[in-house]
């Protein structure tokens, strides 16, 4: 690992492991810690520096541990906390730092907290830790207000009182297992600050923060309606009172100054969901959040105009803050790009393809190796999501009786909801599972085609898309395009997208036509070339030979009287 001191983080590629679809130990058809350890090897021959773990903790499982019952241990169907121990052990030795989940805006119904809060009687402490109110109507018989959760139906639930009358509502932005904390209690402060050392103490190198724009909400809680056009979890709605109050901000400075007094530049990175990379970079100012999810990025369309605007803005944006951008193209939540990137915008909801748009398996795989060598060019850090380095497409088919998404249930089936994304990864392609699980068991069914898709199969075969990542990965290490400047390349064509990373040239083609590349050594390419031209949806990275960073390469830099600014930004290495 960087020594200390070095911000790791603003150049790291971190991957995401969704434990229970990722490699299975035990047997019982879910991924567990113990098979994360066995695959270990796998995560470091492929280049990465950070796994971020998806939630772990004790929990029923109701929205897939984002429901968590107790933060200070893991659940039984993941291993134990000596699991956990081996893991960080181990990633540590190979020079992996770990980051885990935390889910702080709202905990499982079984929590003890939220269990003390039924038994108690309205305007207790104890129901004070959450957001508890009377309902509306004659006999409190409706809600508070008329909020919707992100999943579907109202945001309120009501309670039977401990004497078995009809009593208050509770909120829960998600599922109703998911009650939302009242982060204004100082209580709930408090608690927050021990779990973070819990974890930190254990040697945990960050925290992924889940929800991170919604943990305050505005007084008074009045109704509001989302727009038609509200975007993947209400980015859109910038009047929305459950996101991004400016009260949230003093939470994190908390935070960030608890993950100062440890050694390691221990790292917190934001999910949240807001309109504008401006409004995001607030969440990393300095002395609050290192790092935010790039939603922005990740939702934009496969066009080359609109891919380098929201470059262009987060390079300005982020820096501006002292922040790196950060890069992502698939997690949990989305449809995975290698299908989402064929997709028409209308078709597809942000959590999740709505039917009956469906593209043909493959068709848009080599617009997702095209768009991964775009993304692992680009200065600041990535998060991959486990299995695109094996090519995945989203399962569209996954049968009705499968599905476990509580989005699928609680609208009727009118939205898919995530699972095909979250489908157990294909390891060995003759073995029961895929090598998965040794009992050939998995919690969601995996499509006959993932034999192709196998790591064994593709660590063979030296146009696969795991080899693809395995060379971007080395190749941006040893260029240092993490800390970096970018500049754009201006005279290729309206179907180009090419800019300048230090010594490499990058060029992606979004025309019907081969497109002749720079002169120069390929470093990279997406696809196969012809005689040295790129076609349709191919992207490649050219040496050339040490071409200066800065205007006069004849491309339009990001920053330009305060370029000196932005290379101090990104640390050491970056002139």
């Known amino acids: 690992m960087s020594a200390a001191g070095s911000e790791w983080w603003r ?11 990722f490699a ?6 879910v991924g567990d810690l113990a098979g994360a350890l066995r695959r270990i090897d796998d995560l470091a021959d492929l280049g990465i520096d950070a796994v971020w773990f998806s939630p772990f903790m004790r929990s029923p499982q109701h929205d897939a541990g984002y429901d968590v019952a107790d933060y200070r ?4 169907l993941f291993g134990t906390l000596a699991d956990f121990d ?5 990633a540590h030795e190979r020079g992996i730092r770990v980051i885990v989940d935390l889910v702080p805006n709202h905990s499982s119904v079984e929590h003890a907290w939220f269990r003390e809060a039924l038994a108690a009687a309205p305007g207790s402490p104890e129901r004070d830790r959450y957001l508890f109110q009377d309902g509306r109507g004659a006999h409190g018989e409706l809600p508070p207000n008329n909020w919707e959760s992100e999943f579907g139906g109202s945001a309120w639930e009501r309670i039977e009182e401990p004497d078995g009358t009809p009593g208050q509502w509770y909120l829960h932005l998600f599922d109703s297992s998911q009650p939302d904390f009242n982060w204004r209690n100082p209580v709930v402060r408090e608690e927050f600050l021990s779990i973070l050392r819990f974890w930190l103490d254990r040697g945990v190198d960050g925290f992924r923060v889940d929800v991170a724009h919604g943990l305050i909400k505005k007084e008074g809680m009045a109704d509001h309606q989302k727009p038609e056009n509200a975007g993947p979890m209400g980015s859109r709605d910038d009047l929305s009172p459950y996101r991004g109050q400016p009260e949230v901000h003093e939470i994190y400075r908390e ?28 969440w990393v100012r300095s002395g609050e959040m290192h790092q935010a999810f790039n939603f922005a990025y990740l939702m934009t369309a496969w066009d080359p105009a609109a891919l380098r ?10 820096p501006a803050v002292g922040a790196p951008a950060t890069w992502v193209l698939s997690n949990h939540d989305v449809i995975r790009h290698a299908t989402r990137l064929m997709m028409p915008p209308d078709q597809d909801d942000g959590i999740g393809p709505r039917s009956p748009f469906i593209p043909a398996e493959g068709s848009g795989l080599a617009r997702a190796r095209a768009a991964t060598t775009i993304m692992l060019a680009l200065p600041g850090s990535a998060y991959l999501y486990q299995g695109e380095e094996l090519g995945l497409p989203e399962v569209v088919d996954i049968p009705d009786a499968d599905r476990q998404d509580p989005t699928f249930a609680r609208t009727a089936g009118r939205r898919y909801g995530r699972d095909g994304c979250r489908v157990p990864i294909p390891w060995e392609a003759d073995a029961p599972a895929y090598g998965f699980s040794a009992s050939g068991e998995s919690w969601l069914p995996q499509p006959a085609s993932w034999a192709a898709h196998a790591r064994d199969a593709e660590r063979a075969d030296p146009r696969s898309t795991l080899n693809l990542y395995r060379r971007l990965l080395a190749e941006r290490r040893e260029h240092r395009l993490g800390r970096s400047v970018l500049v754009w390349v201006d005279d290729m064509g309206d179907d180009v997208l090419a800019f300048h ?28 070339l012809v005689d040295h031209h790129l076609p349709t949806d191919t992207a490649a990275w050219i040496d050339t030979g040490g071409v200066p960073i800065g205007p006069e390469t004849g491309g339009v830099p990001i920053v330009r009287a305060d370029l000196e600014d932005l290379l101090e930004h990104y640390g050491d290495g970056a002139a």
């Open 11 to 21: 150049e790291a590629v971190i991957y995401q492991i969704y434990p229970r679809s």
């Open 309 to 318: 605007e929201v470059i262009t803005d987060s390079l300005r944006a982020y």
């Open 73 to 76: 241990d893991i659940d039984p």
């Open 86 to 90: 081996a893991f960080l052990a181990a």
């Open 501 to 528: 990373n230090r010594d490499v040239t990058v060029v992606a083609n979004f025309g019907a036509e081969p497109l002749p590349l720079p002169s120069g050594t390929v470093v990279a390419a997406s696809g196969p």
């Open 24 to 29: 299975d130990a035990s047997g019982d058809g």
């Open 255 to 282: 935070w960030h100054d608890l993950l100062a007094t440890y050694d390691g530049d221990r790292v917190l990175c934001a999910e949240a969901w807001l309109p504008t990379s401006d409004k995001t970079a607030l």
